[in-house]
């Protein structure tokens, strides 16, 4: 079985500020430290970069770099699967 990845989990555990922080980042270490096959879309991607980075979202927004170094440590896993559009979609897109 696989599954994917909602922006809002991504945001929640990027936010500590955030009631579902604690919540998120455990449930995400959980999925990095699992074998089971996840999934992460690229609009989930694209989302998650444009509203962590926003000050008018998070009290402390990431940079760029923080928000896409997120994306990529979840790519590295080897039972991560992206969905993308074209082969070489992220490199293109970062």
Not at 1 to 29: C, T
């Amino acid at each position: 079985m696989s599954f994917g990845i909602d922006v809002n989990i991504l945001l929640y555990a990027s936010d500590r500020s955030s009631p579902w922080h604690e919540k998120a980042s455990a449930f995400l270490q959980r999925c990095a430290a699992g074998s089971e096959v996840f999934c992460i879309a690229w609009v989930t991607a694209q989302s998650y970069l444009r509203m962590a980075t926003h000050g008018s979202i998070f009290a402390q927004p990431l940079s760029a770099d923080e928000a896409a170094g997120n994306v990529e440590a979840l790519l590295a896993l080897p039972h991560c699967r992206a969905l993308w559009e074209d082969e070489g979609f992220w490199e293109v897109y970062r």
